[in-house]
């Protein structure tokens, strides 16, 4: 397994400062976020120029490039335009990984299947994955309508984010049947109450976790995902988090 770091970790931060930032805190590895609310790079400037886009991605000063996040607000034939444009990207920069939100609760779940199967068939021509993210208030806040969706969608997978299983309406029911469908991991501390909290004052298992992760032979990142936080100090959270991680593989 890999231990990455995303860069909406650093929601202010450009890119390049982005992996800067990581480099100090003697990460080897980096997802990005293509998040259209984000200061970064959006879908609609990939879709632009996506020789450009390609080039930006690729100068992450020395570490390894592991996936993207994406978070597209266009929709119709322009969410579809801008997603293809971002399986291109991942394609030329040697990512096989994108992780996409579900549609929100009250959606139609058939939509969602047919939603997701153009999705999936898309990055397929590419040679790319899609994996959907652990989300409240999305499809995927239930672990057992993930597994339907996997089933249903040919090549679909979770981008899993244990976070968001723990506090919830199925906070009780364990997400023990998503492992084999995992394509990435987000990581960061949380209890029942609050999605983060600082390192140790949660009640993630990460032991646990990354020994269930062996026995489906993951061998993909292992994503710190932890946004800023007032009174707390980032970076020595991000480091943290590395060095317990580290110490478990």
Known sequence: MIIAASTACFPHLSLIECFDRLVDLEYTSVEIAIHDDGKQITAAEVLADTEYAARICRDTHRLNLTGYSLDIHATGEAHLEQFAACCRLA?????????????????????????????????????VRVGIRSQREHFSEDPDTVVVLCDNVRGLGVSLDPSHYMNGPHARRGYDQLFKYAFNIYLRDSTKDKIQVRVGQGEIDYGKLITQLEKVHYNRALCVDIVPQDEVDHASEMRKLRMLLDSLL
Not at 105 to 116: H, K, Q, S, Y
Request: cysteine-free; hydrophobic content about 40%; proline content about 8%.
């Open 91 to 127: 394609k030329a920069t040697k990512v096989a990984t994108l992780t996409i939100p579900s549609s929100p609760l009250g959606t139609p779940f058939n939509e969602e299947v047919e939603r997701l199967r153009k999705l999936v068939e898309i990055a397929d021509v590419e040679s």
